[in-house]
């Protein structure tokens, strides 16, 4: 490698990798860590750094006042060959300090010793407070030109298109806590329009559990840790978030949601979203609208099984990070149709006697449909997780001209709010100019200084009016793409601390959603009230939320009063029955299986004829083919991605049985606890595990040739969606019609109607 040319150096290095990747089977499993892989031995020919991966993407080379530089998004990135001080200097050691003498004391004056230990110290930021945990993803959003008779706002018109990046997140973990958790989880999307910076901050769940963001800090402070002990972490199975919610009954409805199935996705692509609040649109004609966000995916709303997300606290605790990178690595990309819900601008602002302003109500699809805009693909993941993912700021306050607040109490509060933890989270009010957060659009603010300033200011007025700039910058007018701030008329009304009496209908949403569910949905939903409750230690905070879902549903608080070991209480308000909303059920459709993952057992001794066909017509299908083997390296000339101590069940969407493994030689206790107890069984104890695990969890099990044993022995043959056949090829076609519907619940039938 000639190193005196670092532009071919690095050529060499991405050519000798592709070389080596064209001798693996096409397409790749997705997962590999670097843009090309590592030698054996340590590399010390110097090159330029490696490109990113195929994959990555990072923020467009703006200035900080948005102008497009023309730079590849690379020059972002380190430059260069050598090791450098943060000044440019070359370095020839960084792993010794400056001694007096190999065993003398380290030298004060060692400079780059002190700048790197010292941002080492500086390389943490205060986490969010809420939405620490999060995972984020570029993309692009393609506009159908639907939303223009109600909105001003280009980025929605025909085929306009707009770069995004978007992060998912969990509410109340850590940015160590695990993704499976059963939570809210936050679905923000930074639109970088031409006219200005667009935040849609929404969630997976349509409705929240305060009213008025006074009580934004209360419901935290209560589903966080316990103050006293820091536990439990990312959960509400505590006392703390019980006291709450049962006495503060407005958080019911979004209670109800996250015992339901939406509180554990199965992966942020399978994830509704909702902007939550209600909004204020006006078109080119000046005419208003209130509308609601929707984001719809592709693949359809599906969740994990409770046991699933509990081992993968354990097994994969970056279980939806993962996926959401994987996916996209393997070109299968999570797309989404962003949709709204348009109501008249009434001085009443309801909708079919639903208050817009209250953000626990929903309004019912079947009532107001939502209208298809424009579709929103993931196609690249970030270059670097803290410089966009950690560093991006969001705040529901960013608005193009053509979409407005309104008075809802909790979105009223948040357009203070985001603003002040930027302030202390990224050092300072310049978090605009982050790379991340840049704006796409024109910057002349005439806000100056400030620490991380980055912007190079020029003119001697930053104020208005002034002439020493030439009147620079002027206002625009309504020609010029101005913001509109909708002038709404503010109804003449005392001072007070209070909500419309609107607002005090805390139950008959909460049994719309529960009227709404399907049979096995709502056994779910039982089991999570029966388990969140039980880990409570107070037993008075166990009843105070019993009567709370009597006044839900009898049947529910009778299944979960049975749980709990206590009496059912009686409802203390009328119960209505109101039509049924089947949208909000997952349960009845059929969807793509794209990007799913099959794992395939495979017998190293036998029966390998046929696992490459159906290893490639995985890949044909659109998932992504994993083959688990009793050991790693090669079995057949096929690679192996899983071996049965290392895979479990829960990162397959689909188990195939390819074979009818031996024990292995680490099938034993003593060095895999999934092996169980000693035995003489003909098939790898890990196998029938697996096997276990899938038909447990309503997952689609398919077997052919010597596989049609192991069904037998784990004695789940003939069952509900476990299907043979003569090829892999075959069974395959079979388990994909049962994958559209996610899970086979017909195995399980519910005993809640």
Not at 260 to 269: A, C, F, Q, T, W
């Amino acid at each position: 490698m000639d190193a005196s040319k670092p532009a071919k150096a690095v050529k060499d290095v991405v050519e000798a990798a592709a070389g080596k990747v064209a001798d693996a089977l096409t397409p790749d499993v997705p997962g590999a860590p670097g843009s090309a892989p590592p030698t054996v031995e340590e590399p010390t020919t110097p090159h330029d750094p490696l490109p990113p991966k195929k994959e990555q993407g990072a923020p467009e080379t703006r200035t900080p006042t948005g102008a497009a530089t023309g730079a590849p998004t690379t020059a972002n990135g380190q430059q260069g060959a050598f090791l450098t001080t943060a000044q440019g200097a070359r370095l020839r050691d960084t792993d010794h300090s400056l001694k007096a003498g190999p065993r003398g004391p380290v030298l004060l004056q060692d400079h780059h010793l002190r700048e790197k230990i010292t941002h080492f110290d500086h390389e943490r930021i205060p986490e969010r407070v809420v939405h620490a945990r999060g995972a984020g993803a570029h993309g692009v959003f393609e506009a159908y030109g639907t939303a223009e008779g109600v909105t001003k706002a280009g980025f929605l018109a025909k085929g306009r298109t707009t770069n995004v990046f978007v992060r998912f997140s969990t509410v109340l973990g850590s940015r160590g806590s695990a993704d499976t958790v059963r939570d809210t989880r936050g679905f923000a999307t930074k639109f970088y329009t031409d006219e200005g910076t667009f935040d849609l901050v929404a969630n997976n769940m349509p409705v929240f559990f305060i009213q008025d963001a006074i009580k934004f800090p209360d419901i935290i402070h209560a589903g966080k840790p316990h103050p006293d002990r820091e536990i439990p972490q990312a959960q509400s199975a505590h006392d703390t978030f019980w006291d709450f919610v049962s006495l503060h009954t407005e958080a019911q409805h979004h209670t109800m949601w996250n015992m339901s199935d939406r509180g554990i996705p199965r992966s942020y692509r399978m994830m509704e979203g909702f902007g939550v609040h209600t909004f204020r649109l006006v078109n080119a004609a000046g005419e208003t609208a209130l509308a609601k966000f929707h984001w719809k995916p592709k693949l359809g709303v599906h969740s994990l099984t409770w046991e699933e997300a509990q081992l993968l606290g354990g097994v994969d605790p970056d279980f939806h990070r993962r996926d959401l990178y994987d996916a996209i690595e393997a070109g299968a990309f999570p797309e989404w149709e962003l949709g709204l819900q348009v109501f008249p601008d009434t001085p009443e602002e309801t909708f079919a006697g639903i208050d817009l302003l209250d953000p626990t109500k929903i309004v019912p699809e079947e009532l107001a449909p939502v209208q298809p805009l424009g579709k929103l693909t993931l196609n690249r993941t970030p270059t670097n997780f803290f410089a966009e993912t950690e560093q991006v700021a969001f705040h529901v306050g960013h608005l193009p001209p053509g979409i407005d607040v309104t008075n809802d109490p909790l979105l009223q509060g948040r357009l203070f709010s985001y603003v002040d933890t930027q302030l202390t989270r990224l050092g300072g009010p310049n978090f605009s100019q982050i790379p991340i957060n840049r704006p796409h659009a024109p910057v002349n603010d005439m806000l100056r200084d400030g620490f991380h300033q980055q912007a190079v200011h020029a003119g001697v007025a930053p104020y208005r009016p002034n002439s020493l700039d030439g009147g620079n910058p002027f206002p625009a007018g309504d020609t010029d793409g101005a913001f509109v701030d909708v002038p709404v008329t503010v109804t003449e009304a005392p001072k007070v601390r209070a909500n419309p009496a609107s607002f005090d209908d805390h139950y008959s949403q909460v049994r719309l959603f529960w009227l709404s569910m399907s049979p096995v949905e709502k056994e779910h939903i039982v089991r999570a009230y029966t388990f969140e409750l039980g880990k409570c230690y107070h037993q008075a905070i166990r009843e105070r939320q019993l009567r709370c879902l009597a006044n839900i549903d009898p049947v529910l608080c009778a299944e979960v009063a049975t749980g709990l070991g206590l009496p059912a209480p009686e409802p203390t308000v009328p119960l209505v029955d109101p039509a049924p909303s089947p949208a909000l059920s997952q349960v009845g459709r059929q969807w793509p299986a794209d990007g799913r993952t099959v794992g395939i057992v495979v017998d190293p001794t036998a029966g390998l004829d046929d696992v490459d066909e159906a290893r490639r017509a995985v890949f044909a299908a659109g998932m992504v083919p994993l083959l688990v083997a009793p050991h790693g390296g090669l079995v057949g000339g096929l690679p192996v991605q899983r071996t049965f101590a290392t895979g479990r069940s829960v990162e397959f969407d689909v188990l195939l049985l390819a074979g009818a493994p031996a024990p292995a030689s680490d099938a034993s206790p003593a060095r895999d606890a999934k092996a169980g107890a000693a035995d003489s069984a003909a098939v790898d104890p890990r196998v029938l595990l697996l096997v276990d695990e899938c038909w447990r969890h309503a997952k689609a099990i398919g077997a052919w040739g010597a596989g049609v044993d192991v069904l037998r022995q784990a004695g789940v043959a003939g069952t509900p969606g476990v299907v043979t056949g003569g090829s892999g090829a075959e069974v395959l076609t079979a388990v994909q019609q049962l994958l559209a519907a996610h899970r086979v619940w017909e195995r399980f039938p519910a005993s809640v109607a």
